[in-house]
């Protein structure tokens, strides 16, 4: 089975930097997503790392540790529009089917 | 604009209709999905398609039916649902074998239970 741990919720102010970290238990790893959600509407896609280190792309990086099973997402230069639900994703080695978990939503205040 | 479009985008049925809810996407994805969202949850995954075949079930029950008629549909029937299966119904497709293996997710189906 899989096991993914986050937070429930973070605050954060406009234009600050916070990180949203995520542990999980798995059989079969084959990758991390992070998927950012807003109320009513579809995750959307923001990050993949299946090898450790840190992927950057814009104000948004992702950090992977295969053996401590740990992930984060790092959020810069905050803004409003980044209140939203973020959530952590491993792969299964088939089928490129994602477990999700509990989401982590974020609340930027000015 | 998504690229996987759902209808419809909000739907309301008895415990005795028969409804459909309906997917498309043309990125040629060959992997598509359907993930049920109840509110303040995250996606649970119900079923998988892999070239049009269905390759995993969840354990959803039998009221809740697939089909994949080509590779760029994807319907999942409903019938005699109860009201504890209202939820946000995603769809998603990916392309199996590619290096991610990203989802793209649609707006998903709103579904009410009466």
């Known amino acids: 089975g899989q096991n993914i741990d986050q937070p429930t919720e973070m605050t954060a102010t406009e234009g600050a930097i916070v990180q949203i970290n995520c542990t999980y238990q798995t059989s079969g790893f084959n990758g991390l997503f992070w998927y950012q959600q807003h109320a009513g509407e579809a995750p959307t896609f923001l990050s993949y790392?299946?090898?450790?280190g840190l992927e950057e792309k814009g104000r948004f990086s992702s950090f992977l540790s295969r053996s401590k099973g740990y992930s984060y997402l790092l959020l810069k230069e905050l803004q409003m529009k980044d209140s939203a639900s973020y959530l952590c994703a491993v792969k299964r080695e088939r089928y490129s089917t994602l477990t999700f978990g509990k989401g982590t939503m974020l609340l930027v205040s000015p | 604009d998504t690229e996987v479009t759902q209808t419809p985008k909000h739907l309301v049925m008895g415990m005795t209709n028969k409804k459909s809810l309906k997917c498309e996407q043309h990125?040629?994805?060959?992997?598509m999905y359907w993930y049920k969202q109840k509110a303040k949850k995250p996606p649970e995954l119900m079923f998988v398609?892999?070239?049009?075949?269905?390759?995993i079930n969840e354990s959803v029950p039998s009221r809740f039916s697939p089909e994949c008629p080509n590779s760029s549909l994807l319907n999942l029937h409903l019938h005699a649902l109860q009201p504890e299966d209202s939820a946000l119904y995603l769809c998603?497709?990916?392309?199996?074998?590619?290096?991610?293996?990203?989802?793209?997710f649609g707006e998903g189906s709103r579904l009410t239970v009466l």
């Open positions: 790392n299946v090898l450790d």
């Open positions: 998603a497709s990916s392309q199996p074998r590619h290096n991610t293996g990203e989802l793209f």
């Open positions: 398609y892999s070239y049009e075949k269905l390759s």
């Open positions: 990125m040629g994805h060959r992997a």
